[in-house]
């Protein structure tokens, strides 16, 4: 048996947190009624708003859990000596949703089961600063009260210094392969658990489950309930069930990522836990959340949904930003905070694609191109013009500065994806000149053709009515998932991101109304 310091006793699962967006209030056992109501249902529904809002007095299963966690690393500075040692859970460097529940709950999972004496602890791979900018991640972290400062972030724990002092043992979640960077710790990873193809063994003595599911968190929740399910509380159960059905597309089969089992532990974490919110509300609020810039710095704005592509000794970056153009433009200081990113990060030029979409769900697109040197920018700029492959049909924006130019584009349906290999030729001096995107892995033993072609028939088959677009560039997808730096482009499942879908609902609804007859009026 392990040790089981915060599993839950035989006692009632704890209530969903009340007053959130997506979880019904406690109060809610009202409208649902059953045989008796009354006295019993008000003192029920008094107790149930009691566990939720005296939070001095109660806190969650899994809050305690990561509050004992720091404990175990202790607050920075972290000192190691005269420490337990420590059983460090790791997600990959993307830090997605499914990387950090990932690595929370099977921490979590271990911690209650293990004999080992080492403290388990789950470490996001990224510094505290970047979490912002992963709006599913804040905000599921926020439905479920658990709070940011009780989690561990690769820049608050040395795991180098804990290896060579002989305190380190890993395992590796939702990614198998590590950077260059960690190459030193692979001797510490006693356990891997992925949903990608393997590209590199680890031999016995470490534990590898590698099964090609839609969520790794789909293999945690496995593991827990199957192991030692009575541990699992309704917040640990709705940081899984969120993740898979984010991963899994709402379930839909018809996108392709959803698997048998997949769809076995969403129901399984379900019947468990029938308060769960709807599947079709949390995929949407978490969709929505990933776009939602509001409380973002311009800085971290610009790094959210960034690419950059290099030719030539010049770098530049292209960021998508979802915001109309007007009020991008109106921001205080834009010239000053643009400069300042662009020397922070030694880009020699920026591009900003601005994108909202209209009443009838079509998108927006204009650009925006910062470049001090006001050569590169004319160059650029006439690239951008000029274009015919696709034409963009850009028309001059007012711009408030000299070196920073603004565009009306009537091209709608020419993404970023689309205007990325205008700019890299622009770079390069010639048509044709393959530059892959910096800090992107590039394809090992597929081409990007076929990663292309996996992604369009996800998505068509998703959407029948889609057609595929002929002029669709050759650029590898932004890294999701398991890939991590000088990690290969994994081979697994289609990869289906929601501005694929947007951009292809969007060609449909603008396809069927420059198509369709007129209403006869009744």
Not at 137 to 158: A, G, K, Q, T
Not at 490 to 509: N, V
């Amino acid at each position: 048996m392990g040790r089981g310091r915060y599993a839950v006793r035989a006692s009632p699962a704890p209530f969903p947190p009340q007053g959130s967006r997506l979880w019904p209030a406690a109060c809610g056992l009202r409208a649902r009624g059953g045989a008796r109501r009354g006295q019993l249902e008000g003192l029920l529904c008094w107790a149930a708003e009691e566990v939720v809002l005296s939070r001095s007095r109660w806190s969650s299963v899994m809050e305690r859990f990561l509050q004992g966690c720091r404990a175990a690393v202790q607050p920075p500075p972290f000192s190691f000596q005269e420490s337990r040692p420590l059983h460090v859970v790791l997600g990959n460097e993307a830090c997605d949703l499914d990387s950090m529940v990932s690595a929370l709950t099977l921490a979590f999972y271990l911690e209650n089961t293990s004999e080992s004496k080492a403290a388990f602890v789950p470490v996001l791979n990224i510094p505290r600063s970047e979490l912002v900018l992963r709006g599913d991640s804040v905000f599921l972290l926020s439905e479920l009260n658990i709070p940011e400062s009780s989690l561990i972030f690769r820049d608050e724990i040395d795991l180098h210094a804990l290896h060579q002092t002989g305190q380190l043992t890993l395992t590796l979640v939702d990614h198998h392969i590590l950077p260059s960077s960690d190459a030193a710790l692979e001797k510490a990873v006693t356990e891997v658990l992925d949903h990608r193809p393997l590209e590199q063994q680890h031999p016995p003595p470490c534990r590898v489950t590698a099964e090609l599911v839609g969520s790794c968190a789909t293999l945690v929740a496995e593991r827990i309930l199957q192991g030692k399910p009575e541990i699992l509380d309704w917040q640990t159960a709705a940081l899984l069930h969120g993740t898979i059905i984010l991963d899994c597309v709402n379930m839909a089969p018809e996108a392709g990522k959803v698997t048998p089992k997949d769809s076995k532990y969403v129901a399984q974490l379900e019947a468990h836990f029938p308060d769960l919110p709807s599947r079709s509300n949390i995929f949407e609020s978490l969709q929505k959340a990933k776009f939602d810039i509001s409380g973002l710095t311009t800085e971290q704005m610009l790094r959210k949904d960034l690419k950059t592509i290099s030719g030539n000794g010049t770098m530049l970056a292209i960021s998508a930003i979802y915001m109309d153009l007007e009020v991008f433009l109106q921001k205080s200081n834009l010239t000053a905070e643009l400069d300042a990113f662009c020397q922070a990060h030694g880009y020699d030029a920026f591009v900003a694609m601005t994108i909202t979409f209209n009443p009838d769900n079509e998108p927006v697109r204009h650009l925006v191109v910062f470049c001090p040197s006001m050569d590169l920018q004319s160059m650029i700029c006439g690239a951008l013009e000029c274009s015919s492959c696709p034409p963009l049909n850009l028309t001059p924006a007012p711009s408030p500065h000299p070196n920073l130019r603004a565009y009306f584009q009537g091209n709608v349906l020419a993404s970023r994806k689309k205007v990325l290999p205008i700019l890299r030729d622009a770079l390069w001096g010639h048509p044709g000149a393959m530059k892959t995107p910096s800090g992107t892995p590039g394809p090992e033993g597929s081409s990007q053709e076929q990663i292309d072609d996996e992604l369009d028939k996800a998505i068509s088959t998703l959407i029948p009515e889609m057609i595929r677009d002929e002029e669709e560039p050759v650029l590898p997808p932004t890294p999701m998932n398991s890939l991590v730096d000088e990690c290969p482009l994994d081979r697994g499942l289609p990869k289906l991101s929601a501005e694929a879908i947007f951009e292809k609902c969007s060609q449909i609804t603008m396809a069927r109304s420059s198509t369709s007859p007129p209403q006869k009026k009744k």
